[in-house]
């Protein structure tokens, strides 16, 4: 199975590691320099248009989703849904 995140990308359910809400990046030191060791390391991507809602985690890449986590949440199969409230 796959989850369409935005635009033309989809991802393997079995390459999620995590999709985490964008704006949490705001109030975690820890998610901003995160995220700026995978750009240095060219490993995100940004398939929001500028505008990310979430960031979906991969085995082996980031991507910045225009999509909300929510909406990616209801999306996905039911082993997606497991992860109930870490999708906020």
Partial sequence: MFLHIGGDYVVPHNEIVAIIDYN???????????????????ICTDVSDGMPKSIVITKDKVILSQI???????????????????LR
């Fill in 24 to 42: 949490l990046r705001a109030h975690s030191k820890i998610t901003r320099k995160y995220l700026e060791q995978c750009k240095d390391q060219g």
């Fill in 68 to 86: 909300s986590t929510q909406t990616l949440k209801k999306r996905g199969d039911s082993r997606m849904s497991d992860l109930g409230n870490f």
